[in-house]
């Protein structure tokens, strides 16, 4: 390629003063002496041009290709219908019919989620870094097969520093119907045992005007209503337990619907207890009496209730019972008129002595059938005639004695059962044979009811410690008075805290110590998420996870401790995943509760259509009315319109790399001397013969 080229011997400031002084000159020479100044104002011009130093430059160029750039939307919303495999088909077709153009050299840019965040579908910005090394002049177009559904869009591509047109590949269809469910009012925190009220809405587009939603709490069934779709409606839920519970509100799916992921919301409450009320009667007074009255008060969460009995069981002097306190013992508004008060009831060391009727224990048992939590902690007295086992609550207790009382040291060792239950496993010191605690002393002699198994034995393999569910409540029987050997360190003692407050929150039905339990949580590195399952199995079944998009997986559990199996997975997708294993259910959130991406799920061809056709593109969708795929054609046109019915449009740049430059100077050298001498001497020549022949 020829061309003409400057390089100024002088800076082009001073060039354009001399022409003006040359002109100013060569006009005065004119009107002063007529056409014959012509000659010299011919001759500075030619002086002025080799002051310019123009040359001929010969260019050795190689064509290169344009670049189009094609991106290709991945977010979660592109995952929904069919829009990933349209996505695919359509990214397979522009990667052949872009083969075709032998002028352009297609870029794909797949982008993914935006990460951890919720910033939703961010394509301007990847195709601002996919383009860094791009020159501007080089980019012939920008082809995006996305949903429409974008929250990075800029008010121009001149803001990316972008010329190209860009045409819009609009997934999904036209007619898309879904229908979701909205938290109106959603309480993060509850009172145990009492009501709290939440707010929601359905949502729906091609619907029927009305849907049934389902409420479920911990996976439990507890509301079903047909509501009207598009007005808020109010559901009430009572918080049953302490820590977590999880309100799931589902409605009903549509025919032919979008996606199901946004037809559920789940809503974990945390139960929080105003104050734990705790019933503790102790028969009479002994070493351990403190040790459960300090580690009750310790806690400032209780509020404990405590009464002693102060005549021995053996003791008969006839003193009338309401003579034996200061103040009144007050049974009758204890155990009849406030019992259903108490999260937790203990009889310590307690002996039958007409104290509270037997009517009174009828209300016990009922306590304890309709939720409430009983403990017995036994000496000697459980063995004899007064024990607590020869009243009504003989049939709630775990077991029953038989009289003997075995006075030898032991050491308290949790059973099989005992290993895998989280109240006795990993007690500190458990880890070893025997456990490295201090003897116990002494232990009631029982049988425990068929079915019960015992989670600490002791003397002889007894068993010391069991737990039975009667109904909505639950017992625990301690057959040992010597708990309070580990508190004053007896042969370094041993985890009294630890097994006392464990079995009182099991009791009081933490969920962190149920037997059957399901757990699920982000570990904090990236979607990384631990699932942990509690059981008293031998082993766990499968976990599967369904994830926001529908997308269900099976996780197999490896045993972690004894009664413990876990697992970890990367999570595919941001948003809300549900475990099932059995009937046990658990939730987990991985990144936002509610991502931007599932918040609106239909495909759109309004955001984009301001910013494609400012920049000479086109929107379309690439599914007809009929649902069959028309892919575009692809053009390149060097003027004119960028688009047509079935066609997108690519502007070329002409770009090329070049291999070599000569240089012909046309200024320098021996010819241009000759060419300039020449022409002073022919000025002079003319002028003198001019002036001759005038004299």
Do not use: C
């Amino acid at each position: 390629m020829l061309s003409l080229s400057f390089t100024p011997l002088l800076p082009w400031p001073v060039l354009a003063v001399l022409a003006a002084v040359a002109l100013a000159m060569a006009v005065l020479a004119v009107l002063a002496r007529g056409r014959m100044a012509l000659l010299r104002a011919l001759v500075l011009a030619l002086v002025l041009a080799a002051l310019t130093n123009p040359a001929l430059v010969r260019e050795d160029r190689e064509p290169v290709k344009d670049i189009a750039a094609v991106v290709i939307d991945r977010s979660a919303s592109q995952a929904l219908g069919d829009r990933p495999q349209v996505t695919d088909q359509v990214r397979a077709e522009l990667q052949r019919r872009f083969g075709a153009l032998t002028t352009i050299e297609p870029r794909f840019i797949d982008v993914p989620d935006a990460g951890e965040g919720d910033d939703g579908t961010k394509l301007f910005a990847a195709l601002g870094q996919a383009l860094a090394d791009v020159p501007p002049e080089r980019l012939a177009g920008v082809v995006m097969v996305t949903d429409g559904v974008v929250h990075d869009i800029p008010n121009s591509l001149a803001q990316l520093g972008i010329k190209a047109p860009l045409h819009v590949l609009v997934t999904g269809h036209a007619d898309e119907r879904d229908r979701q469910i909205k938290l109106v009012e959603a309480p993060r925190f509850g009172i145990v045992g009492k009501d709290v009220k939440i707010r929601a809405e359905v949502m729906e587009r091609g619907g029927t005007g009305h849907a049934v939603v389902v409420t479920r709490r911990d996976g439990e069934e507890i509301d079903r209503r047909d509501v009207p779709t598009g007005r808020p409606f109010d559901l009430s839920t009572r918080i049953e337990h302490g820590g977590q519970n999880v309100v799931e509100i589902e409605v009903e799916p549509l025919p032919n619907e979008l996606t199901t992921v946004n037809n559920r919301a789940v809503l974990p409450i945390e139960g929080i207890r105003e104050k734990l009320r705790v019933l503790l009667v102790s028969g009479e007074p002994h070493q351990g009496e403190r040790t459960w009255r300090n580690l009750l008060k310790s806690d400032a969460n209780v509020d404990l209730v405590h009464f002693t009995i102060l005549r021995p069981p053996e003791k008969q002097d006839g003193t009338p019972i309401s003579e034996l306190s200061l103040i009144a013992f007050p049974t009758r508004e204890l155990f009849v008129q406030k019992i259903k008060d108490f999260d937790l009831i203990i009889f310590d060391r307690y002996a039958n002595q007409s104290v509270l009727p037997q009517a009174y224990f009828d209300n016990i048992v009922r306590y304890v059938r309709e939720g409430g939590a009983l403990l017995i902690a036994a000496g000697p007295e459980y063995a004899g005639a007064a024990s607590l086992a020869r009243t009504r609550l003989a049939g709630i207790l775990p077991g029953d004695p038989d009289g003997r009382v075995v006075e030898r040291p032991y050491k308290a060792t949790p059973t099989q059962t005992g290993r895998r239950h989280p109240v006795t496993r990993s007690l500190p010191g458990s880890d070893a044979t025997p456990p490295a605690w201090g003897d116990w002393l002494r232990i009631v002699q029982a049988r425990l009811r068929p079915g019960i198994e015992p989670i600490l034995s002791g003397a002889d393999s007894l068993p010391l410690l069991a737990l039975s569910r009667e109904d909505k409540g639950r017992v625990a029987l301690l057959l040992s008075d010597h708990a309070w050997l580990w508190a004053r360190g007896y042969q370094d003692g041993g985890p009294y805290l630890d097994l006392l407050r464990r079995l009182a929150h099991w009791l009081m039905k933490e969920p962190a110590l149920e037997e059957e339990a399901l757990r699920a949580q982000t570990t904090g590195r990236g979607r990384e998420v631990r699932v942990e399952r509690q059981t008293m199995a031998d082993t766990a079944e499968p976990v599967t996870v369904t994830g926001p998009t529908g997308k269900v997986t099976t996780l197999t559990l490896k045993p972690s401790e004894p009664g413990l199996f876990t697992a970890t997975f990367e999570a595919a997708s941001l948003g809300l995943h549900t475990l099932r294993s059995g009937n046990l259910v658990a939730f987990v959130s991985v990144g936002p509760a509610n991502p931007r991406e599932l918040a609106d799920v239909f495909s759109d061809t309004e955001r984009l259509r301001p910013v494609s056709e400012a920049s000479g593109g086109s929107v379309r969708r690439l599914s007809d009315a009929s649902g069959a795929l028309q892919v575009p054609r692809l053009q390149v046109l060097r003027g004119g319109r960028l688009s047509g019915g079935d066609w997108i449009g690519f502007r070329p740049s002409d770009s090329a790399t070049i291999r070599g430059v000569e240089v012909y100077p046309l200024a320098l050298g021996l010819a241009a001397l000759a060419a300039l001498a020449a022409a002073v001497l022919a000025m002079w020549l003319l002028e003198g013969r001019r002036g001759h022949g005038r004299a």
